[in-house]
């Protein structure tokens, strides 16, 4: 049972570490640490999207 969970752990993981990076962007001063930070945010949120499908981060549990 443990192997259902792991994508959406993963997923799960990606956005979060998607969302520190936009928070950080958000306080970066320098304006092209900014840019990084918000594109890798991009990147990341991307890749969960690709591979746990766009609505794992609202799945319906029915």
């Known amino acids: 049972m443990s192997g259902e ?14 969302q520190e990076l936009e928070q950080a962007a958000q306080h970066a001063t320098d304006p092209a640490e900014r840019q990084r930070l918000t594109a890798k945010a991009l990147r990341i949120r991307e ?5 746990n499908g766009r609505g794992s981060a609202t799945m319906d549990p029915m």
Not at 5 to 18: L, T
Request: no cysteine; charged share 45%; glycine share 0%.
């Open 47 to 51: 890749k969960s999207e690709l591979e």
């Open 5 to 18: 969970n792991q994508p959406s752990e993963r997923a799960r993981q990606m956005r979060d570490k998607a």
